[in-house]
């Protein structure tokens, strides 16, 4: 019996179409802050990781290409991509690299910098991104956000991609950024409710073991 299919059951349509959109138009790129509001808004509002648990489209994403087309190894992931001091010390990196994409939008719209056409993967690599960009009547600064927004999208992409070929489908998940975030907005939020902290620690973990 096949299990009923929900509406954001396809929601892993998204990543890949993101993807797609800002290599012929960088503006699109403003789409991921999509991925970065609505799961804090969720763990504010409701107290729980839903987000990543049933409405995340990348962990979807990976999912299907791990074991729908058979691309992951299906093995274990080492166990510090989901040790405490990892995933904060992955976060506290993550933020960093936001917060200097930040700096760097605000330089722009200053104007004591020149916009910047490139995308930058795994924060090393630099690849130029013109093609992406025909020019609009928007400030630099909103165009150097997308090129800033659509690098950090595609090197967490990647990243997933590669711990999804090595381990598990959703390993990714292990050591997201924003799931980080929201579990600790979790807790915080339900203090005491130790009950609830461990259900969702427990169907979190169960996710990223498929």
Not at 76 to 104: E, G, H, Q
Not at 146 to 168: C, E, N, Q, W
């Amino acid at each position: 019996m096949h299990k009923k299919k929900h509406w954001y059951d396809y929601l892993w349509i998204y990543t890949p179409f993101y993807l797609f959109l800002g290599f012929f138009n960088i503006l699109f790129a403003w789409l991921g802050m999509i991925e970065f509001m609505i799961p804090l808004v969720i763990a504010v509002w409701k107290g729980n990781k839903s987000f990543c648990n049933r409405y995340c489209g990348r962990g979807q994403f990976f999912n299907l290409l791990g074991n729908k087309l058979k691309l992951s190894r299906q093995k274990k992931p080492p166990k510090f991509l989901s040790s405490l001091w990892f995933r904060y010390a992955f976060l506290i990196f993550f933020m960093t690299m936001f917060s200097f994409m930040i700096i760097t939008t605000i330089q722009v719209f200053s104007q004591t910098k020149n916009l910047k056409e490139v995308v930058t993967v795994l924060w090393t690599f630099k690849l130029p991104w013109s093609f992406a960009y025909q020019g609009t009547l928007l400030s630099d600064g909103f165009v150097q956000f997308a090129f800033g927004m659509y690098s950090i999208m595609l090197t967490s992409s990647v990243l997933g991609f590669i711990t999804m070929l090595l381990y598990r489908p959703r390993t990714w998940c292990a050591y997201c950024p924003m799931g980080t975030m929201t579990q600790t907005i979790c807790k915080l939020k339900n203090k005491g409710d130790i009950d609830g902290i461990e259900s969702e620690r427990s169907f979190t973990a169960t996710k990223i073991n498929r």
